[in-house]
């Protein structure tokens, strides 16, 4: 039998795994660095909790999660569509902030830094996914579905259009696309998927509360895509089964988790520096920018 | 075909394009030479969309596209190639020809749920011009690992393959080898005998008086001097702009 600590890791890699390639389709195949991600991610996990804890079943809360926060990628999309790398991160950046003043302080809503405690299990159709070895299938399934869409989305023609926005945005214009069309769906879909992703971990957990999505926990995703490799979903995935257990063995070795915290977001903030000073491609990576 | 009127645009102070007026025949080569710093690359931003005019106009086929953006223009059928290198660097030279062909590819859901390849025909149109650049090994090299020449004939072939009724070409031989550019003129002749309507900026007077029907010439966003190569060739102005540099 598999231990129930082992099963909670796999959770957590395909939770993160989903949260990667949403991010790694905006960043690695259109050149988006956005660092909104991670709010996204919230608004999934919120909208699901809230809409849980009035008694909506499973499905129709992950559904309203990816929904809703594809929403608010399509209306990111639409002040940003005109900025370029820094300005465009920055820009994001600052939605995020919004995001978590918004989650942070509208109480009556989100109970603000009080968060929202006994979010039910899963139960889809009379199947509880309560016992987590049927959460963790679950999860794989979600998280299968949700690569093999971005795959296809980035193999098939519109994903070359995707592409060749990220290595010349003018060029494609000139060419007579529509660029901010398709930014404003690939904001919507990355959204969508990491939606569905805040929506597991609102289920996983139970409890949510504003400190899970700060930009501090957009450094491991960061870190997964840049070491995966722009452009490569194959390595995103490889990066984040090594990120999610490379921290581990310091459990093991007797680490208090006072410390383990701190340690695991240092390691990932240095993880990131040495990758792009000395191999800024990742593992699997494809692609080249100037 | 293309009519420019009493075009202006002006960088704080630098005067690109000052009251510049032309009109471009179809179904010819015209040639828009002038000094470093002319406005020469300027008039073409403008005329593509990607700068906006201070003032004037521009009309493409009894169409005013002034400040009309950039796909528009594209879609109603200007095509061009950019004096820098505009490459997709990291897809290859036949994604490249593809992406130039229509812009079915933007549609999301008839490109996610369609199962079949891309079609026989954009690939044959695609393989022609690789044919017509003499690059069939190189249909699957990423575009980046070209050399520099390699990259010039690709994006040519790419502005050819984009649908167009104009193509405006920004020194396409500007430092690409004697052979080469000797290929390019080929090709660009080839152009011209299929009746395609282009305006070329180019540099290397021999060149231009070469395969040029007329020529444009332009000095400090202004016209100075139009008509045959036979005409310019002497006129003291164009001398004087020339020597002057
Ligand atoms: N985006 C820009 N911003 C400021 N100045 C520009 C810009 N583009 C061109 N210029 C200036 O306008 C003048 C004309 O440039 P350009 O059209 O590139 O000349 P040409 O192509 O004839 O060599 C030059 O003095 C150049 O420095
Ligand atoms: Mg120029």
């Given amino acids: 039998m598999i231990s129930a600590y082992f099963i909670h ?26 660092l909104g991600h991670i709010s996204f991610y919230a608004i999934g996990a919120y909208t699901s909790a809230l809409l849980a804890l009035q008694g909506f079943s499973f499905w129709f809360c992950i559904l309203s999660a990816g929904i809703i926060a594809m929403l608010f990628g399509f209306l990111l999309s639409i002040p940003t569509h005109k900025l370029k790398g820094d300005y465009f991160a920055l820009a994001t950046l600052s939605f995020s902030f919004v995001i978590y003043a918004v989650v942070l302080n509208w109480t009556g809503l989100t109970r603000g830094p009080l968060g929202l405690p006994g979010i039910p299990k899963p139960i889809i159709f009379g199947f509880n996914f309560a016992n987590n070895f049927n959460f963790l299938i679950l999860t794989f399934a979600v998280a299968l579905v949700s690569y093999l869409i971005i795959k296809k989305i980035t193999t098939s023609p519109f994903g070359k259009v995707l592409q060749a926005i990220r290595d010349d945005e003018l060029a494609v214009k000139i060419l007579g696309k529509n660029t901010f069309k398709m930014k404003f769906y690939t904001f919507g879909i990355s959204a969508f998927f990491v939606g569905i992703a805040g929506s597991l971990y609102a289920h996983y957990i139970t409890f949510i509360d504003p400190s899970s999505f700060t930009l501090w926990q957009l450094i491991p995703v960061i870190t997964i895509v840049i070491i995966g490799g722009l452009g490569s979903l194959k390595g995103t995935v490889i990066a984040t089964i090594i990120l999610v257990l490379l921290p581990e063995p310091l459990r093991f070795i007797g680490f208090p988790s006072s410390i383990i915290g701190p340690a695991r977001q240092i390691i990932y903030a240095l993880l990131l520096l040495l990758i792009l000073l000395y191999k800024p491609r990742g593992f699997f990576g494809k692609v080249e920018l100037e | 075909m293309l009519k420019i009127q009493n075009l202006k645009k002006h960088f704080s102070g630098v005067k690109a394009v000052n009251n510049c007026s032309f009109e471009i025949k179809p179904q010819a080569i015209t040639a828009l030479i002038g000094p470093n710093g002319a406005g020469k690359s300027t008039v073409f931003n403008l005329v593509s969309g990607i700068l906006k005019a201070d003032a004037g106009k521009i009309i493409f086929n009894n169409k005013n596209i002034t400040n009309s953006s950039i796909e528009k223009i594209s879609n109603s059928g200007v095509s061009r190639l950019f004096q820098q290198s505009r490459l997709f660097n990291n897809l290859t030279v036949q ?77 396409p031989v500007a430092g690409v080898t004697p052979k080469l550019r000797e290929k390019i003129a080929e090709i660009l002749l080839m152009l011209k005998n299929r009746k395609e309507t282009i305006l070329l900026i180019e540099h290397d007077m021999n060149f231009t008086f070469k395969i040029a029907d007329d020529i444009i010439v332009l000095e400090r966003g202004k016209v100075i001097a139009k008509g045959k190569p036979s005409e310019i060739k002497d006129n003291p102005k164009v001398l004087e702009a020339y020597l002057g540099e």
């Fill in chain 1, 9 to 34: 890791l796999l959770i957590l890699i395909g939770i993160y795994a989903i949260l990667a390639i949403s991010l790694q389709l905006a960043m690695g195949f259109v050149g988006l660095f956005n």
């Fill in chain 2, 95 to 171: 994604d490249n020809f593809l992406l130039a062909l229509n812009n079915e590819d933007t549609k999301f859901w008839s490109s996610f749920i369609s199962l079949r390849e891309t079609s026989a025909d954009k690939k044959n149109k695609a393989a022609k011009i690789l044919k017509l650049i003499t690059m069939e090994n190189f249909a699957d090299t990423l575009a980046r690992d070209l050399s520099y020449g390699q990259k010039r004939l690709v994006e040519l072939g790419r502005a050819i393959l984009n649908p167009h009724k104009f193509l405006m070409l920004d020194e």
